[in-house]
């Protein structure tokens, strides 16, 4: 009795941890790692299209990404709408995998 009674006053529930930890916000957290395996799985692109889709990615359009990667404007479109389609397709078969 007196060796549970230490015990559970050394214990702490999730609940209390959680709320003496300020700052952290579910939604936040969950957006970071949805960003962290969406970059992951542009990594395993192939170079050229793992380029187009960062310069994408950072706003420029495809006139600009043609231009860097020697490509046609039209061209650039239509790979950023199958990188961006196989991105979805790994990412949803990833998340179906971490399923129980």
């Known amino acids: 009795m007196v060796r549970s009674r230490r015990l559970s ?3 702490t529930d999730l ?3 959680e709320a ?3 700052g952290i916000d579910e939604v936040q957290v969950d957006r970071q790692l949805v960003n962290a ?3 992951d799985l542009i990594h395993r692109l192939k170079p050229l299209d793992r380029q187009i889709i960062m310069l994408y990615l950072e706003g ?3 006139g600009p990404i043609a231009e860097v990667t020697g490509l ?3 061209n ?3 790979k950023i709408h199958r990188i961006k389609k196989a991105l979805k397709q790994k990412y949803m078969e990833g998340a179906a995998d971490a399923r129980p």
């Open 9 to 11: 006053s050394r214990l």
């Open 15 to 17: 609940e209390k941890i």
């Open 20 to 22: 003496e930890m300020p």
């Open 37 to 39: 395996r969406i970059y």
């Open 60 to 62: 420029e359009e495809a």
């Open 72 to 74: 046609s404007a039209a």
């Open 76 to 78: 650039i479109g239509t």
